[in-house]
């Protein structure tokens, strides 16, 4: 069974730190671009940031680039979001999304486009 489990979300005050994982299981990671998008109470959701299969390529949100950095480790199946200077308007909940792909650009993860989906994990920025 194909599945995406994020984990790693909580509180944490504005200032603060938290790194979020992706866990990717009945598929290889490797042919897949991971995605992670947020949404926040009353918004749309959003993308945050691109990693390629490979992990040499990667892309962000204006609002989150010099703050967020997207890894992946392909041996543990398992995508990261490392978010430093945490802001209150960074809480959300946070997805992470995986889309099969040959060559990988700067477009590759769209909300649509995106082939598979976690269930989600919230993040909250308050003092």
């Known amino acids: 069974q194909l599945q995406l489990v994020e984990s790693g979300g909580g509180l944490v005050q504005p200032g603060g730190s938290l790194r979020l994982s992706c866990a990717a299981s009945?598929?290889?990671?490797?042919?897949?671009?991971i995605g992670w998008f947020r949404q926040a109470p009353g918004k749309e959701r959003e993308g945050v940031s691109c990693i390629s299969g490979s992990g040499g390529s990667t892309n962000y949100a204006d609002s989150v680039k010099g703050r967020f950095t997207i890894s992946r480790d392909n041996a543990k199946h398992t995508v990261y979001l490392q978010m430093n200077s945490l802001k209150p308007e960074d809480t959300a909940v946070y997805y992470c999304?995986?889309?099969?792909?040959?060559?990988?650009?700067?477009?590759?993860?769209?909300?649509?486009?995106?082939?598979?989906w976690g269930k989600g994990a919230l993040v909250t920025v308050s003092s």
């Open positions: 999304a995986a889309r099969r792909v040959d060559t990988y650009y700067r477009g590759t993860c769209t909300y649509s486009g995106m082939n598979y």
């Open positions: 009945g598929f290889t990671l490797d042919y897949y671009a």
